[in-house]
């Protein structure tokens, strides 16, 4: 089965679970670990004058809650506000005005500000609030924190009817403002949400995460909105980075069990058959190909396929690309296939997509049907992990075309309505390669896991014991299936059927101990069900030796030396996770969560907050 089976329990949640702050918790929501690339889109909320509650006294003083939308008074640059209030200064109030102290002449500055916010009339609110600024002395820190920030609320109510370089002024002028304003109050929580508004607009997504970090911890974690905030900028964060690293960084081949998976996912075309079990090897219908003893590549190609049957990966490219370059004839087009795949495995998109071309443009006298359909799908792959759905989708149509009754073509384009989130389409796909090929573990699998999801997003009892008679046929078809005890053991811990989800990984860790997965499903469980740390440590670390490239584990041991409070250690982790994912999408994800590791630490040190974490006993395992 591919890598969108190894592990379908979103980070934020094992974070969550073992009382890591931002670095799991503001992730919420996020991208499937494995069966999913997509999620839904962090909720989005509006970040007013008075969304959130302020501290201590800044927030008594802040200026009133502000008029709905459509009741605030225009502004136009250059313009005065136009209004009905007449301000008279009386001999006599001047005479009491030089008897008040600056501090007190401030107040009154800033209540005279409020009272023209209320009203909608920010520019005289900015003048009132810049006069108190002026009045007020630097001592008074709580009250010029509340200036500039009252300031900053104005600018931003004039912003959002400004257009073009006006706009940007304004904003600007938001962001300088509440910079002010948290130099004189680092706790400031409005001043730090309204700067990380802000500066989300400039994109300096790391100080808009690390300002709704310091908001996230002042509230404990309590405030939805803030959460939701900082989900969605940290993924913008992820993301902006991602792309670079994820180009520039060094491209090779992932573990064994990985490419096993990979190459075992296609039914209908093996490119290379299994040793049997009497110790011969079998044959593929390539391999069944007459090849002449004078081939100048066929000694190469004849090491690759041994290679392969020996799970023996690294040296596959180098000797296929041999082979290709002596001239091989009789099997060329299996070879470039093959190499093809293994670039597609090394992320190497573009040698991948011009050996498969080569193929796909070659003569139906040197490539069968079969072989031809095998090579649209892997090709399919390709188009598939960059993001180029409408060329995927035309190899797919093109693949049936060839051969309407392949299995492997409604396989995997299954797996490509699992990432559009299109189940009832997956569904379809599924049923309709099962019916085809009944053997296939990988499709019984997705199956099961599509009804199953579908039922836990409706809420259906009834669907909910569909997908689970599906798993208990699959196991019990397939019982010398690790993948699929290993998949129904999540299943199981979603629902807390702790015992029998014991049961299940236990089965699939005797039968595929080099899976790294199950041995951290069940490190979790041990962890949260168990209580038990140190254990469930242990198994997860069991699970990095087992699979030195399993980034899943990584990130997991990240997450709890974080809640122990080593964040060096942490970052350390996630940082080897970054070398190891497959996606961008993915390493979007571990970039946020190490980045957000980085931010909480360092803003913990500066504020001195020592983070009370949300609780609770919510099973922080969730297929969905």
């Not at 931010?599 to 500066?606: A, C, G, H, L, N």
């Amino acid at each position: 089965m591919s890598e969108e089976s190894n592990s379908s329990i979103p980070n934020w949640q094992i974070g969550l679970a073992v009382g890591v702050p931002i670095a799991a918790v503001c992730i919420g929501a996020f991208l499937y670990h494995r069966w999913s690339r997509r999620c839904p889109p962090g909720q989005a909320d509006t970040l007013g004058a008075d969304t959130l509650a302020g501290a201590g006294k800044a927030a008594r003083d802040e200026q009133p809650p502000m008029h709905k939308q459509g009741q605030a008074a225009t502004f136009s640059k250059g313009k005065q506000h136009d209004d009905d209030e007449k301000e008279h200064s009386s001999h006599s109030e001047e005479e009491s005005q030089e008897y008040k102290s600056p501090t007190a002449r401030a107040r009154e500055s800033k209540d005279k500000g409020n009272k023209h916010f209320k009203e909608g009339r920010y520019e005289k609110a900015i003048e009132c609030y810049t006069r108190a600024i002026d009045l007020s002395p630097q001592a008074e820190q709580a009250d010029l924190s509340v200036y500039h920030h009252n300031r900053a609320a104005s600018y931003d109510q004039l912003s959002a009817k400004a257009g073009g370089e006006e706009k940007e002024e304004f904003q600007r002028m938001v962001l300088a403002d509440c910079t002010e304003a948290l130099t004189f109050n680092p706790k400031y929580l409005k001043a730090l949400v309204r700067r990380a508004k802000m500066s989300e607009v400039f994109e300096d997504f790391q100080l808009a995460v690390r300002d709704l970090t310091a908001a996230c911890l002042l509230e404990s974690f309590q405030n939805a909105a803030t959460l939701q905030n900082a989900d969605r900028v940290l993924k913008k964060l992820g993301q902006h980075k991602a792309k670079e690293l994820f180009k520039n960084r060094k491209k090779e081949l992932p573990s064994v069990m990985y490419i096993d998976q990979y190459l075992d996912s296609f039914d209908s075309y093996k490119l290379v058959d299994d040793v049997v079990e009497d110790g011969e090897v079998g044959t593929s219908p390539a391999e069944a190909e007459p090849s002449s003893r004078t081939d100048p590549g066929s000694a190469d190609y004849q090491e690759v396929l041994a290679l392969i049957r020996r799970h023996d990966y690294n040296r596959v490219l180098e000797k296929c690309s041999s082979a290709i370059k002596k001239g091989l004839t009789d099997s060329l087009a299996n070879a470039l296939v093959l190499r093809g795949t293994f670039y597609l495995l090394k992320l190497e998109h573009d040698n991948a997509l011009e050996d498969f071309s080569r193929v796909l443009s070659m003569g139906d006298d040197k490539v069968p049907t079969k072989l031809r359909v095998h090579t649209l799908l892997k090709r399919c792959s390709v188009y598939q992990t960059e993001d180029r759905e409408s060329e995927a989708r035309a190899d797919f149509a093109r693949a049936l075309e060839l051969d309407p009754d392949d299995s492997d073509v409604y396989h995997h384009r299954g797996q490509l309505h699992v990432v559009e989130n299109n189940l009832e389409a997956a569904i379809e796909d599924f049923t309709k390669a099962i019916a085809l090929n009944n053997s296939s573990v990988h499709t019984h699998i997705q199956l099961g896991y599509v009804q199953y999801k579908i039922a836990v997003m409706q809420q259906s009892q009834e669907l909910l014991l569909k997908a689970d008679k599906t798993f208990e046929d699959i196991v019990k078809k397939f019982p010398n299936s690790g993948e699929a005890h290993n998949v129904y053991g999540q299943m199981l811990l979603d629902r807390q059927d702790v015992q029998k989800a014991t049961q299940m990984f236990d089965k699939a860790l005797e039968l595929s101990p080099a899976n790294a997965t199950p041995w951290v499903h069940k490190g979790l469980m041990l962890i949260q069900f168990g209580q038990d740390m140190d254990g469930g440590i242990a198994l997860i670390e069991k699970a990095a030796q087992v699979d030195p490239k399993c980034e899943f584990a990584y990130e997991t041991l990240a997450a709890f030396e974080i809640q122990r409070g080593n964040t060096d250690r942490a970052i350390e982790l996630f940082q080897k996770a970054m070398s190891l994912v497959r996606s961008e999408a993915e390493l979007a994800q571990s970039y946020s969560l190490c980045e957000a590791a980085v931010i909480q630490q360092r803003v913990t040190k500066e504020l001195g907050i020592v983070p009370t974490m949300p609780w609770g006993n919510q099973p922080m395992f969730s297929m969905m």
